[in-house]
C-alpha cells in the first residue's frame, strides 16, 4: 500500500475514532465470577460496584450521552448478572435520564449465561437492554473441561437451557471459542445449537483463542501463542464451519467488516470499573495499569496512559503495509501492537484465506444454501429440511 492510500486509511480511521455522536461505556460491575475457566486472565478481588457509584455513573454517562445525542453501555465483568439487580436498576435510570436529555440509548450484557433465565432475560429487556454476548467453547467434553463453575460443575447444557430461555426481544451473539484444543469438537457443538428450540435471533462469532492481557502472561493463557496452528490453518478451520453452520441453517457474523473500531482508541469511549475509576481498554480490568481517570473529573489530556491511547496509529506498523487486510484488521488488535506482539500471532483470521471464504459464500449463496448480508457480515443458512420443502 503506497503512501497516499495510506493516508487515506488512516483518515478514514481517525474520522471514525473521534467522531462525537455517541459515547460508549463499558462497566464492569464487579471482578467476581462464578466460573473457574481455565485461560480467564482477569483479576478476581471481589470487588463489586455500590449503588452509589452506579449512580455517579449515571450522572457521568448523562452528561455525556447527553450532550453528543446518544448514550451506548455494555456491562460487564467478572460476571455481570452476579450483580443483575444493579445492572437491571442502573440501565433502567441511565435509560430514562436520556430520554429526559432527549438523548438515545443502547445496551448489550456479556455474560458466561450461567444465570440467565428467561425471567431475568424479560426484565433486561425492560430496562434497555436488547442484546447479550454468551460464549461457549467447543463441544460439550471440551466445554465442560475448561468453562466449568468454582466448584467444578459442568456449564454446557446449562447454557443450552438459558439459551432456549431467552425471549424473542433479546438479541444473542453467541462468541464461539476456538484453538487446537476443541477444533474436533466443535462441529459436535453446531449441531447441538441447530437442535435448540430458540425464540430469540442468534449470531453464531468463530473466535481464536488468545491470550491477551497482562493476566495472562503466566498460567494457562502464557502457552496459547505458541501452541495455536499456523494463520492458514486457522482461517481455514473458519471457513470449513461456515460451509457446516450453514447446512444446520444457523447464521455466521463473519470478521469481514471494516468500520469497527476498537474502543481503546476512540475518543469518546471508556471502562468504567467497580470502583468509579476509567480505563480504555478491557485488559486492564481489575489490573493496576490503563488508568485514564475517573467517573467524577473530567478526562484530561495530563494524563499520559490517555494520550498514548488517542496517539496511536495503526499505519505505522510497517510490517502491515503491504497486507491486503490492513483496512480490515488496521495492524491488529491495540493492546497487543503496544505491547509488542509481533506477526504472524495478531494478524486477521481471513489472512491467506479471503479468496476461499468469499468463494464459499458466493458458492452457498448461488446454491440457494445461504443468504448473505455485506453490511453485518452475516451469513444465514437455510436448513436442508426447508430448502428441500416443496411450495
Request: aromatic share 6%.
Amino acid at each position: 500500500m503506497g503512501t497516499p492510500e495510506l493516508k487515506q486509511l488512516k483518515l478514514r480511521y481517525d474520522l471514525a475514532r473521534f467522531e462525537t455522536r455517541r459515547w460508549s461505556f463499558t462497566v464492569a460491575v464487579n471482578h467476581a465470577c462464578n466460573l473457574a475457566c481455565t485461560y480467564c486472565y482477569e483479576v478476581r478481588d471481589r470487588a463489586f460496584m455500590s449503588p452509589e457509584t452506579a449512580d455517579r455513573f449515571v450522572v457521568f454517562a448523562a452528561a455525556n450521552g447527553g450532550q453528543c445525542g446518544f448514550a451506548d453501555v455494555v456491562w460487564y465483568g467478572g460476571e455481570p448478572l452476579l450483580s443483575a439487580r444493579l445492572v437491571i436498576s442502573t440501565s433502567a435510570k441511565l435509560k430514562q435520564t436520556l430520554a429526559e436529555l432527549g438523548s438515545g440509548y443502547a445496551s448489550s450484557i456479556i455474560t458466561n449465561g450461567t444465570l440467565l433465565t428467561g425471567d431475568l432475560a424479560e426484565e433486561l429487556l425492560a430496562s434497555g437492554i436488547s442484546s447479550a454476548q454468551i460464549t461457549i467453547d467447543g463441544g460439550r467434553a471440551d466445554h465442560d473441561r475448561r468453562r466449568i463453575t468454582s466448584q467444578g460443575e459442568r456449564t454446557f447444557d446449562l447454557i443450552l437451557r438459558a439459551l432456549e430461555a431467552v425471549p424473542a426481544g433479546l438479541r444473542v451473539s453467541l462468541r464461539v471459542n476456538m484453538d487446537n484444543e476443541n477444533l474436533p469438537g466443535l462441529p459436535e457443538a453446531l449441531r447441538n445449537i441447530a437442535g435448540l428450540r430458540l425464540r430469540c435471533p442468534l449470531v453464531i462469532n468463530f473466535s481464536p483463542l488468545l491470550p491477551y492481557g497482562e493476566g495472562c502472561k503466566t498460567g494457562a493463557g502464557s502457552s496459547l501463542w505458541t501452541s495455536w496452528k499456523p494463520l492458514r490453518e486457522e482461517g481455514l478451520h473458519i471457513a470449513e464451519l461456515l460451509r457446516a453452520s450453514c447446512s444446520l441453517g444457523l447464521a455466521v457474523r463473519l470478521p469481514l467488516r471494516t468500520d469497527a473500531v476498537c474502543a481503546a482508541v476512540a475518543r469518546q469511549a471508556v471502562l468504567v470499573e467497580p470502583d468509579g475509576t476509567l480505563k480504555k481498554c478491557w485488559t486492564d480490568v481489575g489490573a493496576d495499569t490503563g488508568t485514564v481517570g475517573r467517573i467524577d473529573q473530567p478526562l484530561s489530556l495530563d494524563n499520559q496512559e490517555l494520550v498514548d491511547w488517542l496517539a496511536y496509529d495503526p499505519t505505522a506498523a510497517v510490517e502491515c503495509h503491504d497486507c491486503e487486510l490492513l483496512p480490515m484488521c488496521m495492524a491488529g488488535c491495540p493492546w497487543s501492537v503496544r505491547n509488542g506482539i509481533g506477526l504472524p500471532a495478531r494478524c486477521h483470521p481471513m489472512k491467506g484465506v479471503m479468496t476461499q471464504v468469499r468463494e464459499i459464500v458466493e458458492k452457498l449463496v448461488s446454491e440457494g444454501l445461504a443468504v448473505f448480508d455485506p453490511e453485518s457480515g452475516i451469513v444465514q443458512g437455510k436448513p436442508a429440511k426447508k430448502r428441500n420443502r416443496k411450495p
